[in-house]
């Protein structure tokens, strides 16, 4: 039987337009894995005590250099992973912007990292290194799924914090700070971001 109660065709319309544009909001979105966050946390972990160990402590920016590049291999392969699962291309839409937005902030902290070391300011790359890699997170928080967007962005904001309580620390904490961050910030919010994804596969 047709219901007698007569529907707006302007509500309608404007339901129709919210649900196409949540579907291009969706569909426009860059899905960080879990698993990601996690491999980089173990890394820095690992990074953070050995550099605490008094034989390695004197090359602690080696240590933490090639922890770096251990972690971006991780993410950079288990985000690749993710994405051929679903059948996405890797470098194409989001992915290609998520990119952009973080390159220009890690390629600077990149160069700071070799004018800092050159002018026998090393003490000062430890917040550097934290500030800079927030903000590129924050600024890529936009193309993230609206799903953990929230995540991602206060993930951004605590590694901003730790990187301005680094330069306020003396060194004998910037192992310490830089741990929290690459280590444990990591690895928190990639077990929680798992932990999201189980619940929307879940209900899928």
């Known amino acids: 039987m047709r219901s007698n109660t007569p529907v707006a065709i302007d509500s309608h319309a404007l339901g129709t337009l919210n649900y196409i544009r949540a579907s291009i909001d969706a569909a426009g979105a860059f899905a960080v894995p879990g698993t990601a966050g996690i491999a980089m946390g173990a890394v820095g972990l690992v990074a953070a005590g050995l550099a605490s160990v008094?034989?390695?402590?004197?090359?602690?920016?080696?240590?933490?250099?090639l922890a770096g590049i251990l972690a971006a291999g991780l993410g950079i392969a288990l985000i690749a992973r993710h994405r051929s699962g679903k059948g996405l291309p890797l470098y194409r839409g989001p992915a290609r912007r998520f990119v952009l937005c973080l390159g220009p902030a890690l390629l600077a902290g990149a160069v700071l990292t070799g004018v800092l070391e050159r002018s026998g300011n090393p003490q000062l790359i430890p917040g550097t290194w934290l500030l800079l890699y927030g903000s590129a997170v924050l600024s890529a928080t936009l193309l993230t799924a609206p799903t953990m967007m929230?995540?991602?962005g206060t993930m951004g904001a605590l590694f901003v914090l730790l990187g301005t309580a680094a330069?306020?620390?003396?060194?004998?904490?910037?192992?310490?700070?830089?741990?929290?961050?690459?280590?444990v910030l990591h690895l928190g919010f990639g077990l929680l971001i798992r932990r999201l994804d189980g619940r929307s596969a879940a209900r899928t």
């Open 54 to 65: 008094p034989a390695f402590a004197p090359h602690w920016l080696v240590l933490w250099l």
């Open 150 to 152: 929230r995540l991602i």
């Open 167 to 183: 330069y306020l620390l003396p060194p004998a904490w910037h192992n310490l700070v830089l741990g929290s961050g690459f280590g």
